[in-house]
């Protein structure tokens, strides 16, 4: 099964505490309820036609807002085809996450079907490509990246989705699920066509399915845009130190792809000024870096690769570290916000607060 190397750094820290911040205070809006559905409306407005955009369209907004609304007559091309599957897709994976159906091979290869419907041959719709593919760099052809062989695509898309289902991945933060979904998706590059499409459509999947989509009215796909150079840069860099998947260090990855899902995450409550409560309604900061030590960084680890630790494990997990001391780490992240205790016995449980 598959196993993302990562490890928790203060920028990452930083970043998720951020990201927290704006979902709890999402998590007290009280949106009209006449409004709150064309409030959705709008965002997937964004998301596609920010989407198709990052994919080369050159369709406007109110171009694809034409094509929901159905307000004006469009001329029929393969861009408005690409936006109209885009949205048929985001229309699926709505009913997908209402139904709570899990991420599957099966459930990726339909969402293909229906983002390349019309734009390649039927044969290779909701199908994995046969062929190999290398991928370049637009602005720097130098920087080259060979996905895995066509054999190895099913068993790879298979052990990612084991991976979702597996109970360790719910001790992850959504944000940091998120960039993992994303970024092995595009290093998989499963499909001939449209696998950028699938890669977003399944970040926002996992968002959508942890609650972390701010009433489904969160749209990153803008704030892609502008990291995107950055994005790339950390991408290729990856493949260019280690080319075996399973071995890639996704830190620096993470890092990078936070940054942006924060940027929306800010973006977004901006957007929804008029529905925050007074206090919520402070200057927004750009986070900084909590100071931690390596010592508290490497605790956030294993309460991570555990998903619960009492003192017993600690003690043993640092043998050369006094009991107070690794207590008063552990009381710090707590009041940081980092971690939650459980209890509050000596058999008190600590986990990464969700």
Not at 141 to 157: F, G, R
Not at 261 to 285: G, H, M, Q, W
Request: glycine share 4%; with cysteine; net charge negative.
């Amino acid at each position: 099964m598959y196993q993302p190397k990562f490890a928790y750094t203060e920028k990452i820290v930083s970043l998720l505490l951020e990201i927290e911040r704006v979902r709890s205070i999402f998590d007290f809006v009280k949106f009209p309820s006449d409004s709150i559905l064309n409030y959705q409306l709008e965002t997937k407005i964004e998301r596609v036609s920010n989407g198709v955009a990052l994919d080369g369209s050159s369709l406007t907004k109110s171009q694809v807002k034409m094509l929901f609304t159905k307000t004006a007559f469009i001329q029929p091309t393969s861009e408005t085809t690409e936006a109209k599957n885009l949205a048929d897709a985001f229309t699926l994976l709505g009913n997908f996450v209402a139904n709570s159906q899990a991420i599957t091979v099966e459930s990726i290869k339909e969402l293909h079907s229906v983002v390349v419907t019309g734009l390649v041959p039927i044969n290779k719709a909701g199908l994995f490509r046969q062929n190999q593919l290398v991928i370049k760099d637009q602005e720097d052809p130098s920087l080259v990246y060979v996905p895995p062989a066509a054999i190895q695509i099913p068993v790879l898309v298979e052990e990612v989705c084991l991976w979702l289902s597996s109970v360790s991945v719910n001790n992850l933060h959504p944000g940091i699920k998120a960039a993992i979904v994303y970024y092995i998706f595009s290093a998989i590059h499963p499909f001939v066509e449209g696998n950028s499409s699938i890669a977003r459509i399944l970040t926002h999947w996992v968002l959508e399915k942890d609650g972390a989509s701010l009433n489904s009215l969160l749209s990153f796909e803008e704030s892609m845009d502008d990291y995107l150079d950055d994005l790339l840069e950390v991408f290729f860099k990856i493949h260019t130190e280690d080319n075996r998947l399973g071995e890639h260090d996704l830190t620096n990855w993470i890092e990078k792809f936070l940054e942006m899902l924060s940027s929306s995450y800010l973006d977004t409550r901006v957007n929804y000024e008029d529905f925050l409560s007074p206090a919520s309604k402070l200057p927004i900061k750009v986070p900084e870096q909590i100071p931690l030590s390596p010592r508290q960084m490497k605790i956030i680890d294993y309460i991570s690769d555990n998903g619960r630790v009492v003192m017993r494990q600690m003690r043993d997990f640092l043998p050369s570290i006094s009991e107070d001391t690794i207590l008063r780490d552990l009381q710090l992240l707590v009041k940081k916000g980092i971690i939650e205790k459980e209890g509050s016995t000596k058999s008190a449980s600590y986990i990464l607060k969700q």
